[in-house]
Nanobody, 123 residues
């Protein structure tokens, strides 16, 4: 199983960026997917999650209203639209998946993990 995150880059505060996570997981359409981030010297943080159907979403408080997670099961891809980016959003972002049909929340356990993509927000 491979999960590949892409779309990172260097942006200025207030800019937008969209990350993509593409999975080779055959059961992607019945899998929950989460976006995580880890900044230098900080612990990994669960940023956003989406259930298998896209009907249940989770966001950490610090990104609520600025980030939007969505998915396209026909393309085995989950997106993270990030608006109004702040310097504190700077981190390596990576995605994870789990074959799970329940609600996604802060305690959801993910099985498959991918490589990250670096997002740097700086003026």
């Amino acid at each position: 199983v491979q999960l590949q995150a892409s779309g990172g880059g260097l942006v200025q505060p207030g800019d937008s960026l969209t990350l993509s996570c593409t999975a080779s997981l055959r059961t992607f359409s019945i899998s929950a997917v989460g976006w995580f981030r880890q900044a230098p010297g900080k612990e990994r943080e669960f940023v956003a999650g989406i259930n298998w159907s896209g009907t249940n979403l989770y966001y950490v408080d610090s990104v609520t209203g600025r980030f939007t997670i969505s998915r396209d099961n026909t393309k085995n891809t989950v997106f993270l639209q990030m608006n109004s980016l702040k310097p504190e959003d700077t981190a390596v972002y990576f995605c994870a998946a789990a074959e799970y049909l329940g609600r996604v929340g802060s305690n959801t356990k993910f099985t498959y993990w991918g490589q990250g993509t670096l997002v740097t927000v700086s003026s």
